[in-house]
């Protein structure tokens, strides 16, 4: 299983919305109105690909020109900014773009985080385990992170081993967790307290 990354973290709206964050404004670079974006592209420069990206807390639209790509960040023009203050203006300034304006996957078993996050955890004989609330990667590969109807949040490794089903459709995954992933703590020693 692949993962596009076209959006990193949480969603913050309703799955009804379709949009996707592909990145945020990190800072200005230099005195000409350049900016430093943080991409959730799995290519740097695809941020600047889809047309037009919006910041949904205004409203506000910007057309985005790729100059260079250094160590996942990237360095670009936005239309309109030709100076440093009018760049430091625009730091923490998420990039949206609708969901419709991404390309279908390439492979049947690609998916684009956004479309993960929301779905529905099941166990393979239906039995709920919760949802998935985000996608996480710490450097030994990409995991679901499910809230359980407890609360607890559990990582899930997105393997064909533990998530053997994928429907997005039908709006949710089946999980197979390894033996342990899903178990509350066990009792310590003779107390019955539970470990930390």
């Given amino acids: 299983m692949t993962l596009a990354?076209?959006?990193?973290?949480?969603?913050?709206?309703?799955?009804?919305e379709r949009w996707v964050c592909l990145g945020v404004?990190?800072?200005?670079?230099?005195?000409r109105g350049l900016v430093r974006i943080r991409p959730f592209t799995q290519d740097a420069r695809a941020i600047a690909a889809y047309g037009p990206l919006t910041d949904r807390k205004s409203g506000r639209e910007f057309i985005v020109s790729v100059a260079n790509v250094a160590k996942g960040m990237v360095t670009a023009r936005i239309e309109g900014i030709g100076d440093r203050e009018e760049a430091e203006k625009l730091t923490g300034t998420e990039l949206w773009v609708a969901r419709a304006a991404l390309p279908e996957t390439a492979d049947e078993e690609e998916y684009y985080h956004h479309d993960l996050i929301g779905l529905a955890a099941t166990r393979r004989d239906g039995a709920a385990l919760g949802q998935v609330v985000a996608m996480r990667n710490y450097g030994a590969g990409d995991l679901l992170e499910l809230r359980t109807p407890e609360g607890?949040?559990?990582?899930?490794?997105?393997?064909?081993?533990?998530?053997?089903?994928?429907?997005?459709?039908?709006?949710?995954?089946v999980i197979d967790p390894l033996p342990g992933l899903l178990e509350r703590d066990q009792p310590a020693g003779d107390g019955g307290e539970e470990s930390p």
């Fill in 152 to 173: 607890r949040v559990v990582l899930v490794p997105f393997t064909r081993r533990c998530v053997p089903v994928v429907d997005l459709q039908g709006g949710r995954v």
């Fill in 25 to 31: 404004i990190a800072r200005p670079h230099g005195v």
């Fill in 5 to 16: 990354r076209e959006c990193a973290g949480e969603v913050p709206m309703g799955r009804e």
